[in-house]
């Protein structure tokens, strides 16, 4: 007996394994959509800020951008296609179902009017230039009446 638990043992899975929690699990973990957060890399390139989020799986049209000052959001929402013929099928694991997210980060004095936005190879970029300093400093100053 001890023999054959070795190997069991000895594996990555030995409190989870997949071939008993994943089918017990399964239907219960796997029918809601995920909900994850994309990796997002902001850079200050002096004049302008540039950011990149990977979005593998995401279509352009699922994706929503706003800059709100100083909020920056991206978010989307992808959702699997339920066919007639899925409820038919023996799957074994189905993993592919519908996702969502959304990141807000605080970039204060962009320039709205010139945010510029590609997305390619599952991979968002957003450039979002700095307002002009003199700009922003007149605009935080109050006149005292």
Same mark, same amino acid.
């Given at each position: 007996?001890?023999?054959?638990?070795? =190997?069991? $043992?000895?594996?990555?899975?030995?409190?989870? =394994?997949?071939? $008993?929690?994943?089918?017990?699990?399964?239907?219960? *973990?796997?029918?809601?959509?995920?909900?994850?957060?994309? %990796?997002?890399?902001? @850079?200050?390139?002096?004049?302008? #800020?540039?950011?990149?989020?990977?979005?593998?799986?995401?279509?352009? !049209?699922?994706?929503?951008?706003? #800059?709100?000052? =100083?909020?920056? /959001? *991206? /978010?989307?929402?992808?959702?699997? @296609?339920?066919?007639?013929?899925?409820? !038919?099928?023996?799957?074994?694991?189905? @993993?592919?179902?519908?996702? /969502?997210?959304?990141?807000?980060?605080?970039? =204060?004095? *962009?320039?709205?009017? %010139?945010?510029?936005? /590609?997305?390619?190879?599952?991979?968002?970029? $957003?450039?979002?230039?700095? @307002?002009? !300093?003199?700009? $922003? *400093?007149?605009?935080? %100053?109050?006149?005292?009446?």
């Amino acid at each position: 007996m001890m023999r054959t638990l070795l =190997p069991l $043992v000895n594996s990555d899975n030995f409190l989870f =394994p997949e071939d $008993v929690w994943g089918t017990f699990f399964g239907d219960v *973990v796997g029918s809601r959509p995920t909900l994850r957060v994309p %990796k997002i890399d902001l @850079e200050d390139k002096g004049d302008h #800020y540039e950011l990149q989020a990977d979005l593998p799986g995401i279509a352009k !049209e699922d994706i929503v951008i706003t #800059y709100d000052d =100083p909020i920056f /959001s *991206v /978010s989307a929402e992808h959702k699997d @296609e339920q066919k007639s013929e899925d409820s !038919e099928r023996n799957y074994v694991y189905h @993993e592919r179902r519908s996702q /969502s997210f959304s990141r807000r980060l605080l970039i =204060p004095h *962009v320039d709205k009017s %010139k945010i510029d936005a /590609s997305f390619g190879d599952g991979v968002l970029k $957003v450039v979002l230039p700095k @307002e002009d !300093e003199q700009k $922003v *400093v007149e605009s935080n %100053k109050i006149e005292i009446k």
